[in-house]
């Protein structure tokens, strides 16, 4: 389900709970998706090449409609959420639609108010690649440069 389609093509909500889910899978159960999977690569791949688009480090037309900058806005998909309003940006978003405190045994935790969608499709993205890094930290180092990891 997470590789079903490419991850540019899917709308900014369901690219963030993609980048969370697998970044969730990659953190907490490396095993059941190792690094040479071929889907995870180019999922990585894309990921990458969308944030080096929208950084203007790398150029390519066919992504420019596609990309979420480091500020989180995107030129077509900030106006279309600016004329329809805005709306939770994944589903994990129960309680992160504004700032609550949670009480759970006498313990207090105040859970932050959920960041703008283009915002946390990056952060969500750091956490994943973070993940990989230390999830597979012998594969991911020691890759060639002419393996499809090392790419």
Known sequence: MLFSRS?????LPQQVGVVEGLGIIVKQAP?????????????????????????????????????????????????????????????????????????????????PEELPAGIQLRVSSIVLLHSVIRGYSDPFFDAKGSTPIGK
């Open 31 to 111: 095993k059941l998706l190792p690094l040479s999977d071929q889907h995870l690569l180019a999922f990585l791949s894309e990921l990458l090449k969308m944030s080096s688009v929208a950084d203007g480090e790398m150029q390519d037309p066919s992504l420019k409609e596609f990309v979420i900058d480091k500020n989180g806005y995107a030129g077509s998909q900030a106006e279309a959420e600016r004329k329809l309003g805005s709306y939770p940006s994944h589903a994990s978003a129960l309680f992160f639609r504004r700032e609550c405190v949670l009480e759970v045994n006498n313990d207090k935790f105040v859970i």
């Open 7 to 11: 991850l540019r093509l899917l709308p």
